[in-house]
């Protein structure tokens, strides 16, 4: 089974001061990467959905795949379903969402998430006390529903909870971290606990 991995990093990080997409980060961008986790974990194709500044990222980064959310600002449901359209015309069964704020995130997660990729599948990270996070695997039957569900700043997370029991949970807490980069002080604290080591 072709899994496909899709990267949302379309906002503008307003309370970061700029787009996340553009934090430094080891020498690079963020946005390469938490694509390159994608990649690593075995994901094809890897798609990143940019929006603001997005002319600056692409000239800034070298990323797998881009898709240019012209409705970034009506917010994150609209990138993920612009991904999920623009991945309909590829062979994948299933694609890994992740999203680009959360630098502790792992190949090692993904692939944990991605394992038993079916078109019928619907997989969740957890991490402490069991909570829900990313990577989320959305198998290719139910990308209709979650386009439909996925409005103004929510993603799959409205969907998923309708589907209750159908949902595989997979605690990933062991190898990832889900904390997210909102704040400048959080930047100036990476890399995190699961960062690779140079």
């Known amino acids: 089974m072709v899994t496909a991995g899709l990267l949302l990093a379309a906002g503008a990080g307003h309370r970061l001061g700029h787009p996340k997409a553009l934090l430094p980060y080891r020498g690079r961008l963020l946005v390469e990467h938490a694509a390159d986790i994608l990649t690593a974990a075995g994901c094809r194709p890897v798609l990143v959905v940019l929006g603001a500044r997005a002319d600056e990222v692409r000239a800034r980064t070298r990323l797998p795949g881009v898709l240019v959310n012209d409705d970034w600002a009506t917010g994150m449901g609209s990138s993920l379903r612009a991904g999920l359209d623009a991945l309909t015309s590829s062979p994948a069964a299933a694609v890994v969402v992740t999203l680009v704020d959360q630098p502790d995130l792992t190949p090692e997660a993904v692939r944990r998430v991605a394992r038993d990729a079916t078109t019928g599948a619907l997989t969740v990270a957890t991490y402490a006390d069991g909570r829900r996070g990313h ?28 589907q209750g029991p159908a949902v595989r949970l997979v605690p990933c807490d062991d190898v990832a971290d889900d904390t997210d980069v909102d704040l400048p002080d959080q930047a100036s604290h990476l890399p995190g606990r699961f960062s690779p080591r140079g």
Request: charged fraction near 30%; avoid cysteine.
């Open 135 to 162: 990577p989320v695997l959305l198998g290719r039957d139910h990308w209709p529903g979650v386009a439909e569900a996925a409005t103004g700043d929510r993603g799959a997370r409205d969907y998923l909870r309708a």
